[in-house]
């Protein structure tokens, strides 16, 4: 069981060049989500996928999109990297039905954006 | 709007010594309330939680009660060791919803 994982661990993109973010949760959860992390900022949410096939905007969904692939992956793209997008990216799982459950955190990706 | 504030850091304390990290909250009906910490290079991980008034949420010596009256969800533990030394999110979930609401987290350092 390996919970929520991330690809890739690191990446250097240089301003302009697009990527795409991967998680994968094998906990069978409804919600997913993906944050940043900036220094002292906290987390702050992008977008979210309450279940599979919908997606809603977080606090800073501006130069982002998602896909909700299935019940088990939620992509994060980044379309023009810039330099503000600089940051950690952390993806997160929660079981939708219970009501009060936790989320479950993969391990990050470290993106720098020159 | 649901919110969670908590205090600023870093704490330094020594080993052995008593920590508190406060955390107070906003939320329209009864959330769940967490902690988590994240250690550095790592994601965040649950440490403890409540998900209703009065429940003490425990794990590895942490403890937090969930207080309704003070809308309080204090973390505490007896004795801290140099390997607690991390950042401590506290977080809530609105009851039944979808989304997470997290303080901006406090580093705590401790010296052997």
């Known amino acids: 069981n390996a919970g929520v994982t991330q690809t890739p661990k690191f990446q250097v993109l240089k301003t302009g060049q697009s990527m795409t973010l991967q998680c994968a949760q094998d906990m069978n959860h409804n919600s997913m989500y993906w944050y940043r992390q900036d220094p002292g900022m906290g987390l702050r949410l992008i977008y979210y996928s309450a279940s599979e096939g919908t997606t809603d905007k977080g606090e800073v969904p501006n130069g982002y999109n998602v896909s909700r692939l299935n019940k088990r992956e939620f992509s994060l793209r980044l379309e023009s990297a810039a330099p503000s997008q600089t940051s950690v990216y952390f993806c997160a799982s929660s079981e939708q039905r219970e009501g009060r459950g936790e989320q479950y955190f993969g391990p990050g990706t470290r993106l720098t954006v020159t | 709007g649901d919110s969670v504030t908590q205090m600023e850091g870093p704490v330094t304390l020594s080993e052995e010594a008593f920590l508190t990290i406060n955390c107070t909250y906003t939320?329209?009906?009864?959330?769940?309330l967490f902690w988590y910490v994240q250690y550095p290079g790592e994601g965040l991980q649950l440490l403890l939680k409540?998900?209703?008034?009065?429940d003490k949420g425990s794990n590895k010596g942490f403890e937090a009660t969930y207080r309704k009256e003070t809308t309080s969800f204090h973390l505490e533990k007896g004795s801290v060791q140099v390997s607690d030394s991390a950042v401590y999110f506290c977080a809530l979930r609105a009851y039944n919803f979808n989304k997470f609401y997290f303080g901006s987290g406090t580093k705590l350092n401790v010296k052997p």
């Open positions: 939320a329209t009906g009864y959330p769940s």
């Open positions: 409540a998900t209703k008034a009065d």
